[in-house]
């Protein structure tokens, strides 16, 4: 009877230690199982990666890049708007001139008047891009009083040149109008004096204003000339 007891108490031992090992067994399988599942899962990004891009689903075809579209012949051809060059200024004529030379000096920071000279001529430009031409006075006077004796008493041949809507006309400034038998001293040096012309109701018309200032016996001369021109 109590090798029987003792019998059984050792088969419980074997099947309990059994039991224990197959636990174990079935716990690394499972682990073993898991961890496989993880990597393979979560392993090489890279690989995975490249598998995805190098093969794709037979479900949803790779995605082309179009071709570059070829220019459509038979469509119209748009040019960009040009503007029209301005057209350059023909001076050939007569031309209507006005002079005027404005004399003051200075005196304690002002400037006082001493005088105004009032010339009108006509001038004719003969055709060309440097053209010449005649200048004639007819009438002038300083501070209002007619000095006619001494203004020239034939037309003055002079030349110039027209750069697009400029007239540049080579004259001196002090004696281009007077008799040239007149003896003038200190005469400013001939030099190209430009007038930019526009058109007022059709009609060309410009204007030329220039200051200088000298000092004569330590007194400020200023002198200011105005010519206006006006085409007939």
């Not at 490249?50 to 890049?65: A, L, R, Y």
């Not at 023909?90 to 030379?101: E, Q, Y």
């Not at 009108?120 to 003969?126: C, V």
Request: charged share 20%; glycine share 8%.
């Amino acid at each position: 009877m109590n090798g029987s007891k003792k019998r059984n108490g050792i088969i419980i031992v074997l099947l309990a230690l059994v039991l224990v090992v197959w636990g174990l067994v079935i716990a690394g399988w499972v682990k073993n199982f898991t961890g496989g599942v993880s990597l393979f899962e979560r392993g090489s990004d890279d690989a995975l990666k490249s598998q995805i891009i190098d093969k794709h689903s037979p479900f949803e075809p790779p995605v082309q890049t179009p071709s570059p579209q070829e220019p459509d012949e038979t469509a119209p051809i748009v040019t960009p708007m040009q503007t029209p060059a301005p057209q350059e200024l023909d001076a050939s004529g007569i031309w209507d001139m006005t002079f005027h030379r404005y004399y003051s000096y200075e005196n304690e920071g002002s400037w006082e008047s001493i005088g105004m000279e009032e010339i009108f001529l006509w001038m004719e430009i003969y055709s060309g891009k440097q053209f010449e031409c005649d200048i004639m006075p007819y009438e002038g006077t300083i501070n209002g009083e007619s000095y006619a004796d001494s203004l020239a008493i034939e037309p003055q041949l002079h030349t110039g040149e027209v750069v697009g809507n400029m007239l540049r006309l080579y004259l001196d400034l002090d004696n281009f109008y007077l008799d040239p038998a007149l003896e003038v001293s200190d005469t400013i040096q001939p030099d190209y004096i430009e007038i930019p012309i526009t058109a007022e109701n059709g009609r060309p018309s410009g204007t030329y204003d220039f200051t200088w200032v000298v000092v004569v016996d330590d007194y400020n001369l200023q002198s200011r000339v105005t010519i206006e021109l006006k085409k007939r």
